[in-house]
């Protein structure tokens, strides 16, 4: 059991045809949530830090829960940095023990995206730390991520195949019309599976990463909007369409909104049925409950990856 790349869990995953969830963390009940669902199943496992994650609970205490995760749960765990904004960022976390990181130059202009990502392929693969990049911009807005729709573009399957040689990386994030966030279609949900398909004949072997990959199930908006407040017209990518791509080269599927919107109904509803509770163990509790019940849906129904933890 450790922190260990996902080197080994890619490989598994591609020929398996099913992929590894990537799960954003941001506090105890989360990370103890989501590895509750992974242990139970037997999966393997991706913790990833945003950069708004790291500005809201600091990465060394993000990363010391996860240590705790490991021992407690004996699993093998990667722990990934989300959407790392530039080389000094990656180099901390590299040093102070990530064993994957995402370096999200996708903005910049191509050979800048090359040149950036290639330094810190450079850096990581030095210290045995395995790289994901993105090639394409997907649209969709959080803290720290926030692309308009008119700046979107999906990845061009030739460009991915020089990127992936010039730069070296291990994994790429592929844009093919997921979005992050709650908002991802207006009307028909749509992914551009035939570009999809042509990168990964492209790149026979090589890993992809679909980003924005909620499926915003409406169960969970619906329970949400019961108890307050409301979150209008949401929506997320259908589950078959995340099977697809697992069965397609996509071997990591990175959720965080689910897991949001998972906690947020448990925590309305704990207090609309107990407006006067005061003690935090009792609505973190329950939100806690329900990530590990949300991890394990994704898990069995939609990654596919019980029983691929490198462990068992
Ligand atoms: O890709 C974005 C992730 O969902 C993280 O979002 O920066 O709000 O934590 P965040
Ligand atoms: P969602 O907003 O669809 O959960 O995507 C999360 C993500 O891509 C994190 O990098
Ligand atoms: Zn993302």
Do not use: W
Not at 46 to 67: F, T
């Amino acid at each position: 059991m450790g922190l260990v790349t996902s080197t080994e869990m890619f490989k598994k995953a591609y020929e398996g045809k099913y992929a590894v969830g990537a799960f954003n963390v941001n506090n105890m009940e989360i990370i103890q949530g989501i590895v509750e669902a992974a242990k139970e199943e037997k999966s393997a496992l991706i913790l990833q830090v945003s950069a708004g994650a790291r500005k809201y609970a600091s990465s060394v205490y993000l990363r010391k829960l996860v240590e705790a995760a490991v021992e407690d749960s004996g699993l093998d765990i990667c722990l990934h940095l989300d959407h790392g904004e530039n080389l000094d960022i990656v180099k901390k976390c590299i040093d102070d023990g990530f064993t994957s990181v995402m370096i999200d130059a996708s903005h910049h202009p191509f050979e800048e995206n090359v040149r950036i990502t290639k330094e810190v392929v450079d850096y990581a693969h030095a210290r045995g730390v395995v790289v994901e990049a993105e090639l394409g911009r997907l649209a969709g807005v959080e803290d720290a991520v926030n692309v308009k729709k008119e700046d979107a573009s999906y990845t061009d399957p030739n460009q991915a195949v020089e990127f992936v040689q010039r730069t070296g990386i291990d994994s790429l994030a592929i844009a093919i019309g997921t979005s992050h966030g709650a908002y991802k279609f207006k009307g028909e949900p749509k992914l551009d599976f035939e570009r999809l398909d042509i990168i990964t004949n492209k790149l026979q072997g090589f890993p992809l990463v679909l980003h924005g990959a909620s499926t915003v199930l409406p169960e969970f908006v619906a329970l949400c909007n019961k108890y307050g407040g409301d979150i209008p017209g949401a929506q997320g990518v259908p589950e078959h369409m995340l099977r697809q791509a697992a069965q397609s080269g996509v071997c990591k599927i990175n959720i965080d909104t689910d897991l949001r919107l998972a906690m947020t109904a448990a925590i309305r509803k704990h207090f609309a049925e107990n407006p006067s509770d005061f003690d935090p163990r009792k609505y973190l509790g329950p939100a806690r409950i329900a990530i590990k019940e949300m991890v394990q849906h994704k898990i069995k129904n939609v990654l596919g990856s019980s029983n691929s933890n490198s462990v068992l």
